[in-house]
């Protein structure tokens, strides 16, 4: 899914030097900031959240687990002995091998997403912009059915997710390529450069699928590009952690810079902010996140589009305190969706990438109906 190029400003974003900046803040005359209470409320609310959606999702499936025992068992295994054992062998392999890497996926991939599409939004100043929108997602597609295709197995187990980040990365050259003219690259020409990548990058695809003659792959194929987070493991899982950690860590850092481009570009560069270069820096960083959890556990739409608006509703406009929000309501969202993926038509498991769509559909075209409401208001204003 691609967006319009726009200069909306995402969402009810604040701009500096307006309403937020007006609040009395730690050091300020007239005590506390009354956000950063409200956001401490927020973070607390989410955390709690978290950890009883991680519960639900250890505890529930085709074997169901009381919560009891599923605290017992991973307590157990992080080193307290003093837990008395009333589980079954069973029953810990099911929560510690099957359930818990794929739970920490869902919450690690649903964190990051919401996180790049947050600092996507305010990067190209577009509220309908998404992690998947610079072709990175078609690019990971790509390398993910030429291993499934041709059974390429150089890198044994993990053939798939290296094929899938090799053609995320590989997707972002090309993007990078073609939208930069003259030593810069401009917001515009790097949406236009993603859409058309993409839609190469697509059909190529389509034409693998059309000319394959085994069903059995054409059906993998068509699993994978729909999301999902079965098949991952232990061994896997540090990776995309390692990329959200970095993310996070990276865009907290410049949340003020995200916040001076909310104003415009000829604001930002008055404040001293080199706009080219640092959306160029930050495009890199958040395609490469991106192509690390696309290639762990395929093109998830939506998150990164849905839970910026909504967790903007709650702490307002500015960075650092979206960014933080944004990141634990994502692992909420997914953690949850993937409940749903595994029980609603159990015993068979439906691709998250569906439930997600079917959920972020009809908030994209609200969206859409929002700002257009809005745009028409300005006009007869």
């Known amino acids: 899914m691609t967006a319009p190029v726009t200069d909306a400003a995402p969402g009810r974003a604040a701009r500096p030097g307006r309403q937020d900046d007006r609040r009395a803040g730690p050091g300020r005359p007239g005590g506390d900031d009354p956000g950063m209470a409200r956001l401490a409320v927020v973070l607390v609310v989410l955390a709690v959240v978290l950890v009883v959606s991680v519960t639900a999702g250890l505890a529930i499936g085709s074997v169901r687990v009381p919560p009891g025992q599923v605290w017992g068992i991973v307590t157990h295994a992080l080193g307290a002995d003093w837990v008395e054992r009333d589980w079954s062998r069973a029953r810990e392999t099911i929560v510690l091998d099957v359930r818990a890497p794929r739970v920490l996926l869902g ?9 790049v599409g947050t ?54 050259l090309l993007v990078y390529t073609t939208a930069r003219t003259g030593g810069r690259i401009t917001s515009a020409r790097l949406v236009l450069s993603g859409v058309a990548v993409a839609a190469v990058l697509t059909a190529v695809l389509d034409l693998l699928l059309l000319t394959t003659d085994r069903g059995n792959e054409a059906r993998a194929v068509l699993a994978w590009t729909l999301g999902g987070l079965g098949g991952v493991n232990w061994g896997t899982l540090w990776l995309p952690g390692a990329a959200l950690l970095l993310g996070v860590s990276v865009l907290l ?49 939506f998150v990164g589009l849905m839970l910026p608006h909504i967790v903007r509703l709650a702490v307002g406009g500015d960075h650092r ?42 908030f994209f075209l609200w969206l859409m109906r929002r700002d257009a409401r809005r745009g028409t208001d300005r006009g007869g204003a």
Not at 265 to 273: C, H, I, K, R, S
């Open 119 to 172: 600092a996507l939004q305010a990067l190209i100043r577009n509220p309908l912009a998404e992690p998947y929108l610079l072709g990175v997602s078609s690019g990971a597609s790509l390398g993910a059915v030429t291993v499934i295709v041709f059974g390429v197995t150089l890198f044994g187990p993990v053939s798939l997710s290296v094929a899938a980040f090799a053609g995320a990365l590989g997707a972002l």
């Open 107 to 115: 919450a690690v991939a649903g964190a990051g997403l919401a996180v």
């Open 321 to 362: 305190r979206v960014l933080p929000a944004a990141a634990l309501g994502g692992a909420v969202f997914l953690v949850w969706a993937d409940i749903a993926a595994r029980v609603v038509a159990a015993p068979m498991e439906i691709p998250v990438g569906v439930l997600t769509a079917l959920c972020g559909g009809p």
């Open 253 to 301: 850092v410049q949340a003020r810079n995200l916040n001076l481009l909310l104003a415009g570009e000829e604001a930002a560069t008055t404040m001293g902010l080199d706009v080219a270069r640092f959306r160029a820096r930050m495009f890199v960083l958040l395609s490469l996140v991106t192509g690390v959890l696309v290639a762990a556990c395929g093109p998830i739409g």
